[in-house]
Nanobody, 123 residues
Framework: QVQLVESGGGLVQAGDSLRLSCAAS????????MGWFRQAPGKEPEFVGY????????YYADSVKGRFTIFRDNANNTMYLQINSLKPEDTALYYC????????????????WGQGTQVTVSS
């Protein structure tokens, strides 16, 4: 299987940019479609975006379109979430996960979740 570890979160100001990383183990990382989710305190997890195994197809939640970009570097077994123009409502624990099939915006479509990286945006 694949093991995932997120990093790159932190405390930032509104309007700043941040790049989150999702490092994967295993030589088969490049065969996995991947996704990003986030969860704010006291709220349900929210779908952020999706990327195909080659990086050729991406899909984003309406709430983040235009500000969030997903990239992947299969040679380094890493997926990235570039976040621009951060807003306080972006504050959440951000998770990456591997896609297993089904509705790509649903948590049940993913497995092999990472532990998450915290993003906190001050106004």
């Amino acid at each position: 299987q694949v093991q995932l570890v997120e990093s790159g979160g932190g405390l930032v100001q509104a309007g700043d940019s941040l790049r989150l990383s999702c490092a994967a183990s295993g030589r088969t990382f490049s065969t996995y479609n991947m996704g990003w989710f986030r969860q704010a305190p006291g709220k349900e997890p929210e779908f952020v975006g999706y990327i195909s195994w080659s990086g050729g197809v991406t899909y984003y939640a309406d709430s983040v379109k235009g500000r969030f970009t997903i990239f992947r570097d299969n040679a380094n077994n890493t997926m990235y979430l570039q976040i621009n123009s951060l807003k306080p409502e972006d504050t959440a624990l951000y998770y990456c996960a591997s896609y297993r099939g089904g509705n790509r915006v649903a948590r049940t479509a993913y497995d092999n979740w990472g532990q998450g990286t915290q993003v906190t945006v001050s106004s």
